[in-house]
């Protein structure tokens, strides 16, 4: 019998690191727990650190790791009575030869738990671990997968952007839990992506048949992002949102156009994060000489992050590749002009709410920028479209109902299975 359309289910969404300040994963699990637990369903988050923040009607299991990535004490030596859990041993060992085994254990974590829970729940949602627990998780419960974004892409940027062979193979060594993410999302029955451009490039990159996938775009939380019309936005304020050293995320490129743009004016750069230490991003800002031009504004509130779009002319997502691109929809929430990059899946997102150019073109990023600055009718028509984007076509209860409808679909398809298997 198929389960009713409007019964209430207990899901168990799994996520191996759910940082609440920055990353995808941690926004992804908030924000759809939310929403699921608001369409009546119970929600339970199994998470290893660093945990999300959730809301106080949301259980939150914590499956506590090694956390040798903890930026507060990062790759610290394990005490020897860690060490005699065999699960603590394959994560050290992992990341000691300079491999990245957090959702390997996890899963493993995962799967020790369940064996004990897995009556609890209708459905399992891993969030883009695609561990080999999952594969032993999905024998005892039915299970769906989350892939934001082929992590495929992430390796091939980072090992071509290197020149010197052993940091190549140290990239590839680090990337080799690939092989793990492939073998267990080709045995995972329905997999949700977050865009057409993300599904296309999964599909190829794993060799998973299109029809396995449902496309269901990401929200954007607009009690946390909104306008501020009282603040007034400085002239020649451009903001960004990611400090990350990777090739992925185009910072290097638009900050060499910020320097282009500074010998004929003023402006300033304002970046939302923590630049790495001594890292490829500190070394370009030297090298540029605009030092002076550029603030980071380390680790900041939900409620300073909106002050910050409210103060800034412009808001820039140089990314060279997303999946989906959340703070180009966070950014066209408060209102403030965007230019994005064609990155992946970022049109898909911006769409008519923003101005569109060439990733890895530090030129048109140059063009786009003196634009908007120079031009306050333009920015407001770009600032207004992006914010009526967001409200027409982005919501969390959107991504929820049609999340929903994917559980009931593999809930159902399950039983009929174990049915004709009896």
């Known amino acids: 019998?198929?389960?009713?359309?409007?019964?209430?289910l207990r899901v168990c969404l799994l996520s191996y690191r759910s940082?609440?300040?920055?990353?995808?994963?941690?926004?992804y699990v908030r924000n759809?727990?939310?929403?699921?637990a608001?369409?009546?369903?119970?929600?339970?988050?199994?998470?290893?650190?660093?945990?999300?923040?959730?809301?106080?009607d949301i259980r939150l299991i914590k499956l506590p790791s090694l956390d040798l990535y903890n930026p507060e004490d990062l790759f610290r030596m394990p005490k020897m009575h860690e060490l005699l859990n065999a699960i603590n041993f394959i994560e050290w060992f992992g990341i000691s030869t300079m491999g990245f085994s957090e959702p390997?254990?996890?899963?493993?974590?995962?799967?020790?738990?369940?064996?004990?829970?897995?009556?609890?729940y209708d459905i399992v949602h891993d969030n883009q671990s695609l561990a080999y627990g999952i594969w032993a998780i999905k024998r005892r419960v039915p299970t769906v997968a989350t892939i934001h974004h082929p992590i495929t892409v992430d390796r091939r940027l980072e090992v071509n952007a290197e020149t010197i062979l052993w940091k190549k193979l140290k990239h590839l060594r680090w990337y080799s839990f690939i092989h793990m993410q492939k073998t267990v999302a080709k045995t995972i029955p329905h997999i949700i992506t977050v865009s057409s451009c993300a599904r296309k490039d999964i599909s190829r990159d794993f060799n998973i048949p299109s029809d396995r996938f449902s496309v269901i775009p990401n929200g954007i939380n607009t009690d946390l992002f909104y306008p501020l019309p009282d603040i007034q936005r400085e002239q020649n304020r451009v903001i960004v949102t990611n400090s990350a050293d990777t090739p992925l995320k185009g910072l290097f490129f638009l900050l060499q156009s910020i320097a282009e743009i500074s010998k004929i004016r003023d402006i300033r750069l304002i970046?939302?994060?923590?630049?790495?230490?001594?890292?490829?991003?500190?070394n370009l800002i030297k090298k540029l000489g605009i030092g002076r031009i550029v603030k980071f504004t380390g680790r900041i509130s939900n409620d300073e992050f909106v002050?910050?779009?409210?103060?800034?002319?412009?808001?820039?997502?140089?990314?060279?590749?997303e999946g989906f691109g959340l703070p180009a929809g966070e950014a066209m929430a408060c209102a403030i002009p965007v230019i994005s990059t064609t990155g992946g899946a970022l049109p898909e997102v911006v769409g008519d709410g923003g101005i569109l150019i060439p990733p890895a073109d530090p030129a048109a990023l140059t063009r786009a920028i003196l634009d908007v600055l120079g031009n306050p009718d333009l920015a407001q028509r770009i600032g207004q479209?992006?914010?009526?984007?967001?409200?027409?076509?982005?919501?969390?209860?959107?991504?929820?109902?049609?999340?929903?409808?994917?559980?009931?679909s593999v809930i159902n398809g399950n039983r009929r299975f174990s049915k004709n298997s009896n």
């Open 307 to 321: 002050r910050q779009y409210a103060r800034a002319a412009v808001a820039v997502v140089p990314s060279v590749y």
């Open 385 to 408: 479209a992006g914010f009526r984007r967001v409200q027409n076509h982005l919501t969390w209860k959107a991504a929820a109902q049609k999340t929903v409808t994917v559980y009931r």
């Open 271 to 282: 970046v939302v994060g923590t630049p790495k230490k001594n890292g490829h991003v500190i």
């Open 38 to 56: 608001d369409l009546g369903h119970r929600v339970d988050v199994i998470s290893g650190p660093q945990y999300p923040v959730l809301d106080d």
């Open 32 to 36: 759809l727990s939310r929403a699921l």
């Open 1 to 8: 019998m198929n389960q009713p359309p409007n019964s209430s």
């Open 104 to 120: 390997l254990t996890f899963g493993m974590r995962a799967n020790r738990y369940l064996k004990q829970h897995f009556r609890d």
């Open 19 to 27: 940082n609440p300040h920055c990353g995808g994963q941690g926004v």
